[in-house]
């Protein structure tokens, strides 16, 4: 099978007022040739008060394979969470930056529903991919956070948390980076986020623009482009 890579970037600030807008997060997301989606960002709070790196791989059906994030908090570095999935189990590490031992836990993962929690903007949409597109109404999805704050800027095991999202269908929309035809969500998060709207496109599930209405926050898809890489060689070595 051929690898396609989607490389993009976000924008994002005040609902309400797009002047204030500031670049947000930079990405690159593969298909890759066993149908499998690997994400690789880079997310840049306002004032660089948050630093975070993620790379996370699920298989052909979403369903999560491995991750690991990494941050800075205030010019701090936090560490490193690392999680692997075999089976019905996920191993979970937490290395410090003062060369305390690795916490590591394993957790029962307890079905392919459940999704993992980076906090990454360009795959939000990974986190509604369980739920059934047929069904207009709000479902429950089981998601394993890495975090216990609502921007991830705590490093620990996390905990589920198992969350309402209704799928409102497929739409066009149009952002900074273009004009797509995708997926409507609209995901209820209570008192954590209150709702949020996403809108994702493409074979990757890219989130193409996402909305916090308790925040009056507005994310959006800057920039995109994919390519297709075959398996013809150019060359041999």
């Not at 997060?25 to 993620?54: K, L, W, Y």
């Not at 969470?81 to 394993?106: A, F, N, W, Y």
């Not at 925040?215 to 482009?225: C, D, H, M, N, R």
């Amino acid at each position: 099978m051929s690898l396609t890579r989607t490389i993009g970037s976000y924008v994002m600030g005040p609902s309400d007022d797009r002047s204030k807008w500031v670049s947000w997060e930079n990405f690159i997301v593969t298909t890759n040739p066993d149908g499998s989606h690997t994400a690789q960002t880079m997310t840049r709070f306002p004032g660089n008060s948050m630093i975070r790196h993620v790379t996370q791989t699920v298989d052909r059906e979403f369903t999560p394979m491995d991750g690991i994030t990494r941050f800075f908090v205030d010019e701090v570095y936090q560490g490193i969470l690392i999680r692997r999935v075999v089976g019905d189990t996920i191993t979970s590490m937490v290395m410090l930056p003062d060369g305390s031992p690795i916490d590591e836990k394993t957790l029962a993962m307890g079905g392919s529903d459940i999704v993992f929690g980076y906090h990454p903007t360009s795959v939000e949409g990974w986190k509604f991919i369980k739920a059934d597109r047929a069904n207009p109404d709000p479902q429950m999805v089981r998601i394993l956070s890495s975090s216990p704050t609502w921007n991830g800027g705590v490093i620990g095991h996390g905990a589920e948390v198992s969350l309402k999202v209704q799928y409102l269908g497929p739409e066009q929309i149009t952002v900074p980076a273009g004009t797509f035809t995708g997926h409507h969500y609209l995901w209820h998060t209570g008192n954590i986020d209150g709702d949020i709207e996403v809108w994702t496109i493409g074979q990757d599930e890219i989130c193409a623009r996402c909305i916090g209405h308790a925040k009056g926050v507005t994310y959006e898809l800057a920039t995109y482009e994919s390519t297709e890489f075959g398996t013809v060689r150019e060359f041999d070595f």
